[in-house]
């Protein structure tokens, strides 16, 4: 079976609301763990099931020392995690609020010093694999190398432009079979407001007419809505309600599961693949932190399997 490639540390207290501006307001609570989108999407894939790799760099530290480590606990495979002195491990400081509502800033360090070099070493496992991730925590045009490299070898692709740039390259979109954003995101990138699923299609409507073939619109505990070139109607796909502890991560589960789906169980409809990704996305709300809340197969309905 091919394998699917799915491209840090996470400081994180817990405060009853968000600070304004300059305020300093005392939290309850402070954690270090593990986190970065891919490394997220990553991890959640793996936990599903699925053979996964991370292709990326951290820093000649303790954190890139405790990255690698982590992920081989968590069965990702390491052959293409490089380490370099020239920076230090990325990392996120996140704060959360007592609803679960989160604010984060993010420090790229050695995500950056990602170049054509390494992904030409990753090349041969990209194009042996069934899915392959990208989002924009490293240089965009090593992301977009990455795409076309997949591409050309016949390897699904999603994109998650996370941290969004309105600048985007336009071949995002034509390289992305799955074009995959929250709200903010797509309101960034299309210029379109979103405030709920009906705004979610328009902008989404705008990103498939640049070209991508399945567009996804996420909007946290209300779901996501898809828009592809097979169907252009907007279809909202609600989420289950749950109680969240901690949102921090979900959407990361949730690509990570539709990854998932993808590469192990393609006779789905997309519909299917992102109901079942929602309710995976949903448990992981449920606990607090990123990777720590993330479920395994074990865990979960198996159903849903």
Same mark, same amino acid.
């Given at each position: 079976?091919?394998?699917?490639?799915?491209?840090?540390?996470?400081?994180?207290?817990?405060?009853?609301?968000?600070?304004?501006?300059?305020?300093?307001?005392?939290?309850?609570?402070? /954690?270090?763990?593990?986190?970065?989108?891919?490394?997220?999407?990553?991890?959640?894939?793996?936990?599903?099931? +699925?053979?996964?790799?991370?292709?990326?760099?951290?820093?000649?530290?303790? /954190?890139?020392?405790?990255?690698?480590? =982590?992920?081989?606990?968590?069965?990702?495979? @390491?052959? #293409?995690? +490089?380490?370099?002195?020239?920076? !230090? @491990?990325?990392?996120?400081?996140?704060?959360?609020?007592?609803?679960?509502?989160?604010?984060?800033?993010?420090?790229?360090?050695? =995500?950056?010093?990602?170049?054509?070099?390494?992904?030409?070493?990753? !090349?041969?496992?990209?194009?042996?694999?069934?899915?392959?991730?990208?989002?924009?925590?490293?240089?965009?045009?090593?992301?977009?190398?990455?795409?076309?490299?997949?591409?050309?070898?016949?390897?699904?692709?999603? #994109?998650?432009? +996370?941290?969004?740039?309105?600048?985007?390259?336009?071949?995002?979109?034509?390289?992305?079979?799955?074009?995959?954003? =929250?709200?903010?995101?797509?309101?960034?990138?299309?210029?379109?407001?979103?405030?709920?699923?009906?705004?979610?299609?328009? !902008?989404?409507?705008?990103?498939?007419?640049?070209?991508?073939?399945?567009?996804?619109?996420?909007?946290?505990?209300?779901?996501?809505?898809?828009?592809?070139?097979?169907?252009?109607?907007?279809?909202?796909?609600?989420?289950?309600?749950?109680?969240?502890?901690?949102? @921090?991560?979900?959407? &990361?589960?949730?690509?990570? %599961?539709?990854?998932?789906?993808?590469?192990?169980?393609?006779?789905?409809?997309?519909?299917?693949?992102?109901?079942?990704? =929602?309710?995976? %996305?949903?448990?992981?709300?449920?606990? +607090?932190?990123?990777?720590?809340?993330?479920?395994?197969?074990?865990?979960?309905?198996? &159903?849903? /399997?």
């Amino acid at each position: 079976m091919r394998d699917p490639i799915i491209n840090v540390k996470n400081h994180c207290p817990m405060t009853p609301r968000l600070p304004k501006a300059g305020e300093t307001i005392h939290g309850s609570k402070f /954690f270090i763990g593990f986190g970065g989108k891919g490394a997220n999407q990553c991890i959640q894939a793996a936990r599903l099931g +699925a053979k996964t790799a991370m292709v990326c760099k951290v820093g000649q530290d303790s /954190f890139g020392n405790d990255y690698k480590e =982590n992920f081989r606990k968590n069965n990702v495979s @390491t052959d #293409f995690v +490089a380490q370099t002195e020239a920076a !230090a @491990t990325g990392a996120a400081s996140i704060i959360v609020n007592s609803e679960g509502q989160n604010a984060i800033v993010i420090v790229s360090g050695a =995500n950056l010093l990602l170049d054509s070099d390494d992904l030409a070493k990753a !090349a041969a496992a990209i194009g042996a694999a069934k899915v392959m991730v990208c989002q924009l925590e490293i240089l965009p045009d090593i992301s977009l190398e990455a795409l076309k490299v997949a591409r050309a070898r016949g390897v699904k692709t999603i #994109f998650n432009p +996370a941290p969004a740039i309105a600048s985007l390259d336009p071949q995002f979109f034509s390289y992305s079979d799955i074009f995959c954003c =929250n709200e903010t995101e797509a309101e960034i990138l299309s210029g379109v407001p979103v405030g709920g699923s009906a705004d979610a299609g328009k !902008a989404g409507l705008v990103l498939l007419g640049r070209g991508c073939r399945t567009v996804i619109v996420t909007l946290g505990g209300e779901g996501c809505v898809i828009v592809s070139q097979e169907e252009p109607t907007p279809r909202h796909i609600p989420s289950r309600k749950v109680t969240a502890v901690d949102t @921090t991560g979900a959407g &990361d589960s949730f690509v990570g %599961a539709l990854a998932f789906y993808i590469a192990h169980h393609p006779h789905l409809n997309m519909e299917e693949m992102v109901k079942r990704s =929602n309710y995976i %996305a949903s448990v992981s709300v449920q606990a +607090a932190g990123t990777q720590a809340s993330y479920p395994s197969r074990k865990d979960l309905p198996q &159903d849903l /399997f």
